[in-house]
């Protein structure tokens, strides 16, 4: 998916991420907005490694720590607020000298830490309190230090030479910190408290009080974060808190809301909207939903495709957003490091110091194979929901662009099929989503060579015709679609007699270089039943082969079925469970009228969130089979949240419950439904369809079937 943590994932180059970065027993706390992301300790300190606050891949804030009484106070608990707006950490002085247990004369004077992120700016609201019978004298200590450390090396790749670090400055109020990079760019961070501290100096802020019995004080501290120009001067913590909650009112209301009897999906789909509302930045453009948090906040060109296409049937605005965002960064021209062709869409982009001096190549980076066919389809979708003419009028130019990318760079053989093959040392060695070194193989276990063609890939290159050519009706150009129309049932025959093999009863992963076939069973087929490429007699094969026990493992359908050569449970692509992969794979088995498999994928996933850590799926999980009464296995250094996993209960829903919606006549009707076994009930509401807003409620009855209102 992402330039990843894997030691081999690069043959030449890695840009890891540390498994001490993601420790599965150290549970950091994350908070971001738009293009600044944090990751605090337990307590809401920042002091270790990869602890800090991130403005565009760069760490502005290294430390920030505080000390009651010339201790660290302590912790009672910490939680982020149910909507990921606050982190709030409440804490108890230290205990008297001598003493290890909590007695009550240790719980006399109380710390709330309230911190959220707002746009560049990190907000701290500190609330002390004397709960003794006597008055209090109290000193708080407020550390701080800011390294500008790039992001890539900080998860873990190594760098020889940095930019020289400014004095710090002090004012009365607070001080500024910053660095001039390799790259001439100075990047700062202001540091403002109020009331101003007792004394300040370089890295630290001291306060000392007298506290009267029942009494509070509070202090707030804004740290923000820049580069180059200055910025205006520093909003209030109480006016960002407002205009922070604002803002995620206002994505809400562009989602539609489903409630179901299931209390357990209806937390675990408030976990996905409030996810996907956090990891949603707003740019020039329009609403894009970052990769994940931490460190993939950033805009990847797959999998917001992926997580706009999931909710596309809830929340359209978000295509829309995504579609701008890649048009605006299509590939101009060909640049080999950056792996760039015209017509090519995004797979990231970065803005840290090492990716400016292209010490990692992911400035704008264009090497995934499935993007480009992946953004034509998504605009087929997103007109195809919204019949927003105008729009596709407008990005009209670059789906031609894309769509001559796949006729030509991207098939550069010529063969029909759209291949892959990083153009130097320094790329991604595979460029689909499973796109560690040794995804992609033959059945004997040795790796394929390129260019390789991927099974799904040419499932999405199929929609994009098919899209392409709805699109060039939708604008006047009949001519134009038949030709595309055509080009999409030349490519279906193609793929049936080139990737379908009989003795398997499957799809075939992939084409290596030369057009070998890579007889191994892979999830990559269930995306041949997505993008429709699939015959109708070859999906029942497909669906009951993804449904039987080699794939399923009771959490999910794994990426490798068990048994293949390579196959590993604990594995990043071999034999995990990807929450998004199963998403896909059910909208596939839906669009071959295979709801109740798509509804028992959804229960499955369902299970998964129950276990996890505020009801929120990760990127991916181990795939040990399921056991009665224990949880799935943690994969180590999985993301969470992420877009595309918070986005796929939505997208299960939507293939179980078979909307077909109408813009043109503002309606909304289910063909097929099939409600999951964990509810009985679900309903609807505010479904925006030809400017109108629906509700629709489904309900099982006595006798199994659903009914629709």
């Excluded at 950490?89 to 707002?118: K, V």
């Excluded at 939903?289 to 929340?315: E, H, K, N």
């Excluded at 993007?371 to 009209?396: K, N, Q, S």
């Amino acid at each position: 998916m992402h330039d990843r943590s894997l030691p081999d994932l690069m043959d030449d180059k890695t840009f890891p991420v540390a498994a001490g970065a993601s420790n599965a027993e150290d549970r950091p706390h994350t908070l971001k907005s738009d293009d600044c992301f944090a990751i605090f300790a337990v307590n809401g300190d920042m002091s270790g490694r990869s602890e800090g606050v991130f403005y565009h891949d760069t760490r502005h804030l290294s430390r920030m720590t505080v000390m009651l009484d010339g201790a660290r106070p302590r912790l009672l608990t910490g939680a982020i607020s149910t909507d990921n707006a606050t982190l709030v950490c409440d804490l108890a002085g230290p205990a008297p000298e001598g003493r290890t247990d909590m007695g009550d004369e240790g719980n006399e004077i109380s710390l709330r830490r309230e911190i959220f992120l707002w746009r560049d700016t990190r907000h701290d609201l500190l609330t002390i309190g004397n709960w003794a019978r006597t008055t209090q004298t109290i000193t708080l200590d407020i550390a701080f230090a800011a390294d500008f450390a790039d992001l890539f090396e900080i998860r873990g790749t190594p760098r020889q030479r940095h930019g020289t670090m400014e004095a710090a400055g002090v004012a009365p109020h607070g001080a500024t910190l910053a660095c001039t990079g390799l790259d001439g760019v100075r990047r700062w961070t202001r540091l403002d408290f109020e009331p101003k501290p007792d004394r300040i100096e370089p890295g630290a802020a001291h306060y000392r009080r007298r506290l009267e019995p029942g009494e509070t004080i509070r202090i707030a501290i804004a740290v923000q974060s820049g580069a180059e120009d200055d910025r205006p001067a520093i909003t209030r913590f109480g006016t960002a808190r407002e205009a922070a909650r604002r803002a995620r009112r206002d994505l809400r209301r562009q989602s539609a809301r489903i409630v179901s009897d299931n209390a357990v999906a209806n937390a675990a789909l408030l976990r996905a909207r409030d996810d996907l509302i956090m990891l949603t930045t707003q740019t020039p453009h329009g609403p894009y939903p970052y990769a994940g948090v931490p460190w993939f906040s950033t805009a990847f060109g797959r999998d917001a495709i992926i997580t706009a296409m999931q909710t596309l049937w809830l929340a359209p605005a978000l295509a829309r957003g995504v579609l701008a965002y890649l048009a605006a960064n299509q590939a101009q021209g060909f640049d080999p490091a950056a792996d760039a062709e015209p017509g090519k869409i995004l797979h990231e982009a970065r803005d840290g110091e090492m990716a400016r001096l292209g010490e990692v190549p992911f400035r704008r980076y264009y090497g995934s194979v499935d993007a480009t066919p992946l953004f034509v389809m998504l605009a087929g979708a997103y007109h195809a929901r919204t019949h927003d003419t105008a729009f596709i009028r407008e990005i009209w130019p670059n789906i031609e662009a894309a769509l001559g990318w796949i006729d030509g760079p991207g098939d550069e053989d010529g063969d029909g099929f759209v291949e892959y093959g990083r153009k130097t040392g320094h790329g991604l060695a595979n460029q689909g989503w499973k796109d560690s070194r040794d995804s992609i193989f033959h059945a004997d276990g040795a790796l394929a060579t390129g260019p390789i063609a991927l099974c799904e890939v040419q499932g999405y290159v199929y929609a994009a015709k098919s899209a392409g050519a709805a699109l060039a009706r939708a604008l006047g150009a009949p001519d134009q679609a038949a030709r595309l129309a055509g080009d999409a049932a030349g490519l279906r025959e193609r793929f049936d007699q080139r990737f379908w093999d009989e003795e398997l009863g499957f799809y075939v992963l992939a084409l290596d270089g030369a057009k070998r076939p890579c007889r191994v069973l892979a999830s990559n087929a269930g995306h041949a039943l997505f993008s429709g490429i699939a015959l109708p007699e070859r999906a029942g094969r497909v669906a009951a082969r993804l449904m039987g026990e080699d794939f399923f493992s009771g959490w999910g359908v794994r990426t490798l079925a068990r048994g293949q050569p390579r196959f590993n449970p604990m594995s990043y692509h071999n034999g995990s469970v990807w929450p998004h992969d199963n998403a896909l794979i059910g909208l596939g088995l839906a669009r071959y009228g295979r709801h109740a498999e798509a509804a028992r994928l959804f229960d499955a996933m369902l299970a998964t969130a129950a276990w996890a850590d505020r009801y929120r799926l990760p990127e991916l999980f181990c795939g040990f089979p399921r056991q009665r009464g224990v949880s799935p296995t943690a994969y180590p250094v999985a993301c969470a949240p992420q877009a595309w996993a918070a986005a796929t209960l939505p997208a299960l829903l939507d293939a179980c419950l078979d909307l077909r919606l109408d813009p043109a006549c503002a309606t909304a009707v289910s063909g097929a439904p099939c409600l999951p076994a964990t509810m009985g009930r679900l309903r609807v509401d505010r479904l925006a369809v030809g400017g109108q807003r629906l509700a629709v409620s489904f309900q099982r009855g006595s006798e199994g079937t659903v009914t629709v209102t």
